[in-house]
């Protein structure tokens, strides 16, 4: 992220205001004012610290709700000032991934090897997949390195490749994807103990997948 905001808070605060954008976009921005419905609808663990999000311009009190609408539409009278005010608080309120981010290297690593298989497939909204690696990374509390071995793993299996195609569907399926994986590890036996095609390191192979970066080489 280049917003310094959102680097003031904790991987715990992090989580629960990507919940909230995602909540938000599909509810025209709105949110609920109840911090208890908030928690029960993005499944946190403890009540969300609205208080600092509206502290810090995440979030708007309207009173009677919260307003964390992460993509505004523009009305046609606005004058250029207001424009230029809403555009300001757009950029505070969904702040960007870096590309250098894990957030998004991993989103594109994804789409990269979608996109390997299926050249035409329809290029998404990187910036919302980035949106759900970052719940993988501060809610569900997983490693990127984790993270890129079980999308490494899950395109290149036959079956998971194809149902696996964005990062929401990639946390939904996380927990039978990685334990999928370490089982074919498991039951794998070394076959080659050349350098790995994807990540250079030169690991073997277990069936077939490295066991560094996960990637399984090409039946010859």
């Not at 992460?70 to 555009?87: A, F, G, K, M, Y």
């Not at 290297?105 to 980035?130: E, M, T, V």
């Not at 964005?166 to 994807?177: A, I, N």
Request: charged content about 35%.
């Amino acid at each position: 992220m280049r917003n310094p905001e959102w680097v003031s808070l904790s991987d715990s605060e992090r989580g629960q205001l990507v919940g909230i954008w995602l909540l938000a976009a599909d509810h025209n921005g709105v949110i609920p004012a109840s911090q208890e419905t908030i928690q029960k609808l993005c499944y946190m663990d403890g009540l969300p610290n609205i208080s600092k999000f509206i502290e810090l311009g995440f979030i708007e009190d309207n009173g009677c709700h919260y307003d964390a609408k992460v993509t505004p539409e523009r009305r046609q009278d606005d004058s250029p000032e207001e424009n230029r005010i809403e555009e300001n608080r757009r950029e505070k309120s969904c702040p960007k991934f870096e590309t250098t981010s894990d957030e998004f290297r991993l989103s594109q690593l994804l789409l990269n090897l979608i996109q390997k298989r299926k050249p035409k497939f329809k290029q998404p909204d990187i910036g919302k997949w980035a949106k759900h690696t970052a719940l993988m990374i501060y809610r569900d509390k997983r490693e990127p390195s984790e993270i890129e071995g079980v999308i490494n793993w899950c395109q290149a299996d036959e079956f998971w490749q194809n149902n696996i195609l964005s990062t929401e569907k990639l946390r939904e399926q996380f927990d039978q994807l990685s334990m999928k994986m370490d089982a074919e590890i498991k039951k794998g036996s070394a076959k080659d103990s050349g350098l790995c095609e994807h990540c250079g390191k030169g690991q073997k192979y277990l069936g077939g997948l490295c066991i560094d970066c996960h990637y399984r080489k090409d039946e010859e």
